[in-house]
């Protein structure tokens, strides 16, 4: 296992200090982000296709998947998050919107994995990519794949991403609702994604933007965490852990309930500067 947790502060449910509600008209508070990120092997598999990396000074982060034979899953998205993080740097100074810059990020690191997955041993490869960059007091969210960004705040857990699966684009067209869904006949489709990043010449994220204010919470994983949760345990999951251990207790549960793949998480939380 690895983990990087923030140490100035013990849980991410201790309010940062009152605000002055005399004052209407005020501007929005200065945020920064904590961060703490964790990723584990599973119960099941014997490598770790999963990868995560940040920035804490740029304020982005970013949690992939990959998939392919052999190691090219790794390859994959330990390619995606170093290009998502290089390209995201390279436009610091540009001074263009953060959903232009995330989706030239995007562009980049599909570009990386798409080329390298031309070479024999890795064809084939792809990976999920969510990333949040934080733009002043808002976070932009950009995903392609299954892996997901919620959003946790006064107690309620609420999906940001929307997943590009075989099942959802089943539910987008009419062909299943969200409440017949889990008595549909997938056998063999569960796990189908019908966008990754590097499977192709060129990759199309979605992008979704959240308000924050102090105290806000945004988790970002990978299947292999979310496919053993629903929102409200992951609200409650979190509202009974300190900052520190909240992702080692997520990813525990998800062990203790089959860990069938590999398991990867970053809790943002948003504080006053």
Not at 64 to 70: E, L, N, R, V
Not at 146 to 173: F, K, M
Request: glycine content about 8%; hydrophobic content about 40%.
């Amino acid at each position: 296992m690895t983990e990087d947790s923030a140490n100035d502060f013990s849980s991410y449910n201790t309010p940062p200090g009152p605000t002055d509600s005399a004052q209407p008209e005020t501007a929005p508070t200065p945020l920064r982000i904590a961060v703490s990120a964790l990723s584990d092997m599973g119960c099941v598999r014997t490598n770790n296709e999963d990868a995560f990396g940040y920035d804490e000074s740029l304020g982005i982060f970013v949690v992939c998947d990959g998939m392919g034979g052999m190691a090219s899953g790794e390859v994959a998205s330990a390619l995606a998050v170093s290009g998502i993080v290089n390209s995201y740097a390279s436009t610091a100074a540009s001074g263009a919107p953060v959903s232009t810059r995330l989706l030239l990020a995007l562009t980049a690191a599909n570009r990386d994995v798409w080329e390298n997955g031309q070479i024999p041993e890795n064809r084939g490869m792809g990976t999920t990519a969510v990333v949040a960059a934080l733009e002043g007091a808002r976070l932009i969210v950009g995903n392609v794949g299954d892996s997901r960004a919620y959003i946790i705040q006064d107690g309620q857990c609420v999906q940001l991403t929307i997943d590009h699966s075989y099942i959802n684009e089943l539910i987008r067209n009419g062909t299943l609702t969200i409440e017949n869904a889990h008595n549909a006949d997938l056998r063999g489709m569960e796990s189908v994604i019908t966008r990754a990043v590097g499977v192709a010449a060129e990759v199309q994220p979605d992008f979704f933007s959240v308000d924050l204010k102090p105290g806000t919470a945004v988790l970002l994983a990978t299947d292999g965490l979310t496919r053993y949760f629903v929102q409200e345990e992951i609200a409650s999951t979190l509202a009974a852990s300190t900052f520190e251990s909240a992702c080692s207790t997520l990813i525990d549960l998800a062990k203790q309930r089959g860990g069938q793949d590999n398991i990867t998480c970053i809790l943002l939380v948003a504080l006053s500067a």
